[in-house]
């Protein structure tokens, strides 16, 4: 069973950056071809795709956040990283790591952005 967690704190400063962790379980983040992605829901609107990590490590980005995001990952914790810079208050959302290829979600972690 392939088990997604993402981690993190629920209320960041606007202006400061946003730092999740996605720890996976029942799979390796390295294995061909899999690739990690994070994606949101802010409250109200639909789903956001932030960008990903392939099992090389090589990153893709929505342009919406390319300019401010950073994903990396550390294959010895077998976990994937969201960094997302000089948050605002829009920025406030329910945020999900996935594996889309295999429908591999975890259960979303709710990041509101406010002084």
């Known amino acids: 069973q392939v088990l997604l967690q993402e981690s993190g704190p629920g209320l960041v400063k606007p202006s400061q950056t946003l730092s999740l962790t996605c720890t996976v379980s029942g799979a390796s983040i390295t294995t061909n071809p899999y690739a990690w992605t994070w994606i949101r829901q802010p409250p109200g609107k639909g789903l956001e795709w932030i960008g990903y990590?392939?099992?090389?490590?090589?990153?893709g980005y929505s342009p919406s956040f390319k300019s401010r995001t950073s994903i990396s990952r550390d294959t010895s914790k077998n976990q994937f990283f969201l960094q997302l810079r000089s948050v605002t208050p829009e920025d406030t959302a329910v945020y999900y790591c996935a594996c889309l290829l295999e429908d591999y979600w975890g259960q979303g972690t709710q990041v509101t952005v406010s002084s």
């Open positions: 990590i392939t099992y090389r490590g090589d990153t």
